[in-house]
């Protein structure tokens, strides 16, 4: 999220004293998703390159003013993530075009499992779709995601393929939200406590009523970032219960992020623990905020399948969306 | 990648430069003359103190002390950096070597976490991202490539007594470098001294940037950047960068610029 949109929020909100206290500002248009359903399944080695210019192409669309409709889109085919491999830790697209064999192709199912930004985000539990976020320059609209997946299916179908925008909208991700929840706290925290905190506040929100099954999603924050970091770096960074062990080895996992220039982990907790994020995909009605301790609940981002924020392109054979979500 | 020792390049190498010879201010091309200020000399090796400010949008100020050692291996050049401020990452390392820009190879890079105990390459595909989180994205600190754009020479300016050039730089087909994120610069060159001097950067004709050296100070006989800020204007933001007790030409040993010297630390 931007840092002035976020300042913006805060500001809003100075007054609140507790998150119920708050009436945070909720929001409603911010991502719109595509899910795409290719022939045969998304781990496909030959689909995979496509699909990477496919969405590079969508940077090329214009809306009537001549200006580009993206604002960013995050996807299978658009997106780096920090891995490691052999004894180096990189920064790197999820597709590699040079690393499409079969042990490429294993590395990057694994890839879509384990990572907390990709999962259940981008990728079916089936691996029958993919799914591509999009946030537009301007206010989102019906138009311009149309417009989008329409040139995505153009794209595809260049290639060889037989892809259709559906009419409707059942696609994996039909009946279901994504929330994500901003907290602020006024003075620099404490990582490790606030990391705490929001262990808490994500167990109570994985057990509340109509939480997402692991199938459809499950919430994440950067503890689950940082987690992830920790497994593939190894060491002793973290402890039995998956927290850094310190302040200490929390600021250098920071630092390592940073050395490879990845934004993903600030973004979901600043350096200085004042904001953090807590994001809950796949739910199938709204869900209250669990409170963080110490934070202040200062914005909510709604998005939900719906006929103007979600798309369905479906390039199978059969043309025809199943309805998986039922 | 060309990866931080080119970092070292330009806000930590060619911030220094001492001019190799003098230049003509009216007749130079700008090419020419950003050749000059990616050719300059800036010794052989060079050992100093810096500090990363780094305020952000709502007035938070993170700063990050550390020592850096640079030294030139005939036309590769390598560097480390060792954190020595805030506690939390005092200790960490990082080691870059740059290798020729003919020779197509990309730079090794490795970081030692002492938490982690171990030193491990490091590789991105990121020149856009922000440099250790701050202002500065890498492609702007890394060694000034002259074919990444089109030159047009637009006269020269006064700037704080200096006279300096201003070149316009743009894209051949308009749009934004895929390297450097950007689609127009306007750049300030003092040409005496062989130094940028102030740099602002633009994306799709908006104005997203802003380099300019704010210290200047001639040290053992190199032109020496002692302080360069980066102002964000999309987020807000700025990052100031200070160079402290620099020294040129110390003979820094060769074996500081190993793994096994990464990890066990400058004495």
């Known amino acids: 999220m931007p840092r002035v949109l976020n300042t913006l929020l805060l500001a809003c909100v100075l007054s609140a004293t507790t998150a119920q206290a708050a009436q945070p500002l909720t929001e409603h248009d911010e991502w719109q998703v595509i899910s795409l359903y290719p022939p045969h399944g998304v781990y496909q080695a030959e689909l995979l390159p496509q699909l990477v210019t496919a969405v590079e192409g969508l940077w090329q669309v214009q809306g009537s003013d001549g200006e580009p409709l993206l604002r960013s889109v995050d996807s299978l085919a658009s997106m780096n993530v920090i891995v490691a491999q ?67 299916a153009a794209s595809l179908n260049a290639a060889g393929h037989q892809c259709v925008v559906a009419a409707n909208a059942r696609g994996p991700l039909a009946g279901r939200y994504m929330t994500q929840w901003q907290y602020d706290t006024p003075q620099r925290a404490d990582g490790v406590a606030a990391l705490q905190a929001l262990a808490t506040a994500q167990q109570q929100l994985s057990n509340a009523p109509g939480a997402p099954d692991s199938e459809h999603g499950r919430n994440y924050s950067a503890l689950n970032l940082l987690s992830y970091l920790g497994g593939i770096l190894g060491g002793e960074l973290l402890d039995a219960n998956g927290l850094p062990q310190s302040n200490a080895a929390l600021a250098q996992m920071y630092m390592m992020a940073e050395s490879l220039r990845s934004r993903d982990l600030q973004a979901l907790a600043r350096p200085d623990f004042r904001q953090l994020q807590l994001v809950v995909l796949g739910h199938k009605a709204p869900l209250n905020a669990p409170p963080v301790s110490n934070y202040q609940l200062t914005h909510t981002s709604i998005w939900q399948a719906s006929a103007r924020d979600y798309r369905v392109l479906d390039c199978r054979a059969q043309g025809l969306v199943t309805s998986e979500n039922e | ?37 990616r050719d300059r000399d800036d010794g052989d090796d060079r050992r100093s103190r810096m500090i990363l400010e780094q305020t952000m949008s709502d007035g938070f100020v993170r700063e990050r002390e550390l020592l850096m050692l640079e030294k030139k291996f005939g036309a590769e050049r390598k560097a480390v950096l060792y954190f020595t401020a805030p506690a939390d990452t005092a200790g960490t390392g990082i080691l870059m070597f740059s290798y020729e820009e003919a020779s197509g190879k990309d730079d090794d890079q490795w970081l030692y976490l002492p938490a982690l105990r171990q030193s491990r390459r490091i590789a991105t595909n990121s020149k856009e991202g922000p440099f250790l989180g701050t202002d500065f994205s890498f492609a702007d600190i890394e060694r000034l490539r002259v074919d990444d754009y089109l030159y047009e020479d637009q006269g020269t300016v006064e ?107 400058i004495q």
């Open chain 1, 86 to 152: 052999q004894d180096e830790v990189r920064f790197r697209r999820i597709i590699e075009k040079g690393e499409l064999n079969a042990a490429g192709m294993q590395r990057l199912q694994a890839l879509v499992e384990e990572h907390p930004l990709v999962q259940r985000r981008l990728v079916s539990a089936d691996a029958q779709a993919t799914h591509l976020w999009l946030r537009l320059k301007k206010p989102a609209t019906a138009e311009g995601l149309q417009q989008l997946s329409d040139h995505l």
């Open chain 2, 1 to 37: 990648m060309k990866l931080l020792l080119k970092s070292a390049a330009l806000t930590l190498l060619s911030l220094t430069m001492l001019p190799a010879f003098a230049v003509s201010e009216k007749s130079i091309k700008p090419e020419v003359l950003l050749e000059q200020v």
């Open chain 2, 159 to 265: 700037i704080n007594g200096r006279t300096l050039h201003k070149i316009a730089a743009h894209t051949a087909n308009g749009l934004e470098n895929p390297r450097t994120g950007y689609s127009q610069r306007e750049i300030f060159v003092d040409a005496e001294r062989q130094l940028i001097m102030r740099d602002e950067f633009y994306r799709e004709g908006r104005h997203i940037k802003t380099f300019e050296v704010t210290g200047l100070k001639e040290i053992d006989g190199y032109w020496t950047v002692t302080e360069a800020v980066m102002t964000n204007h999309v987020e807000g933001g700025f990052t100031r960068l200070l160079r402290k007790e620099t020294t040129y030409n110390v003979g820094i040993a060769e074996r500081l610029f190993n793994e096994r010297t990464l990890r066990s630390g």
